[in-house]
């Protein structure tokens, strides 16, 4: 492998509703042993560009997108984005994290040489709901596991693919998944290789987008805790 295709582009979608776990996710970008890496984020908060400042303070790598009301319309437009910006990073890999996700330090290095090792294109690791909600659910917090866009590394070859075939399937975790079988990219799916934390900060969300038209993509715990939505967040209280 050249050293080329080893920059790594550590991305997400993020709005302002994430705040409470942006220096976790700093910190984890930071910690991981993974060299060379950079990170790029979307903010697509609709009611103030105060989080994309508040981003760009910190160093962040960041564009502001102002989004559509759907989900998947205005994903599609994020991971565009992001594979414009590892295009001009000349990135291999995107390690999409997602923005209230901890993977360990050691993440990024286990699963590109998972990758190199099946010569595959996607490697994805499972990580629980979070427990907030599965507390207010009355569920365990292990009865449901993600394995998407949460903790997945995937070539940059593959999201093209994706976002090309997008209209095909309407929502981009399906476009990967699809693409991926479509053009025999591989795949591996990691449970428990390393510690993936899933940050609960409830009382700062609140809803900026319309949910996904694909059934099934949305975590099944039927409740959130009463303090969702309670507390703005500090880069939109600076902001009013």
């Not at 790594?8 to 705040?19: D, F, I, N, R, S």
């Not at 890496?37 to 910190?58: H, I, M, P």
């Not at 390690?95 to 990024?108: G, H, I, M, Q, R």
């Not at 070859?157 to 476009?175: K, T, W």
Request: aromatic share 12%.
């Amino acid at each position: 492998m050249s050293k080329d295709q080893g920059k790594v582009l550590v991305a997400c979608p993020t709005y302002a509703g994430k705040e409470y776990a942006l220096k976790p996710w700093l910190d984890c970008f930071h910690a991981y042993t993974y060299e060379p890496k950079f990170a790029y984020q979307v903010d697509n908060t609709r009611v103030s560009r105060g989080y994309f400042e508040r981003l760009k303070k910190e160093g962040i790598d960041v564009t502001h997108l102002t989004p559509w009301e759907d989900w998947d319309r205005t994903f599609k437009r994020c991971w565009q984005l992001i594979l414009e910006r590892a295009q001009q990073l000349d990135c291999y890999w995107i390690y999409s994290v997602e923005s209230d996700n901890t993977p360990a330090p050691e993440s990024l290095e286990i699963m590109i040489n998972v990758a190199l090792y099946g010569n595959i294109h996607l490697v994805m690791h499972s990580y629980p709901m979070h427990k907030a909600a599965a507390q207010a659910s009355g569920i365990p917090e292990d009865s449901f596991m993600y394995h998407e866009l949460g903790c997945m590394l995937m070539s940059r070859a593959l999201l093209e693919r994706a976002i090309d075939e997008f209209d095909l399937y309407g929502n981009i975790v399906m476009a990967i998944f699809n693409s991926c079988n479509k053009y025999e990219g591989g795949s591996c799916t990691l449970t428990n290789r390393f510690k993936v934390g899933h940050l609960d900060g409830f009382k700062m969300e609140f809803q900026n987008l319309g949910p996904s038209t694909v059934p099934g993509l949305i975590c099944p715990a039927p409740s959130v805790p009463p303090d969702w939505g309670t507390e703005l967040p500090p880069s939109l209280r600076e902001a009013s």
